[in-house]
């Protein structure tokens, strides 16, 4: 599986960004898409998932700001940013887990970066 994200830019604070993460494979098998995000010198935290089913679930620090969707007919995932903020900047990742044949698996796309000027 190949994820292929897009959408990252440089904007001010106040600004909207819309991700985008295309897949190689059916996302509709997944069990949940991922997005990530990795600040300098930090580690990298989970801002948002959806599972197959369609239930999200988001960081606290983005609430009410971010949103994620899917498109199954285009395999793509979705991460809507709001209300940028300085401490959003970072590199965005994707990320799918999948079950193959009993086991798990962790994909990952190769990020792109988010920079949000005050």
């Known amino acids: 599986v190949q994820l292929v994200e897009s959408g990252g830019g440089l904007v001010q604070a106040g600004d909207s960004l819309r991700l985008s993460c295309a897949s190689s494979?059916?996302?509709?098998?997944?069990?949940?898409m991922n997005w990530y995000r990795q600040a300098p010198g930090k580690q990298r935290d989970v801002v948002a998932t959806i599972t197959s089913r369609g239930s999200t679930n988001y960081a606290d620090s983005v609430k009410g700001r971010f949103t994620i969707s899917r498109d199954n007919a285009k395999n793509t995932v979705y991460l809507q940013m709001n209300g940028l903020r300085p401490e959003d900047t970072a590199v965005y990742y994707c990320?799918?887990?999948?079950?193959?044949?009993?086991?798990?698996?962790?994909?990952w796309g190769q990020g792109t970066q988010v920079t949000v000027s005050s």
């Open positions: 990320n799918a887990e999948a079950i193959v044949r009993g086991l798990p698996y962790i994909y």
């Open positions: 494979e059916s996302i509709f098998s997944m069990n949940a």
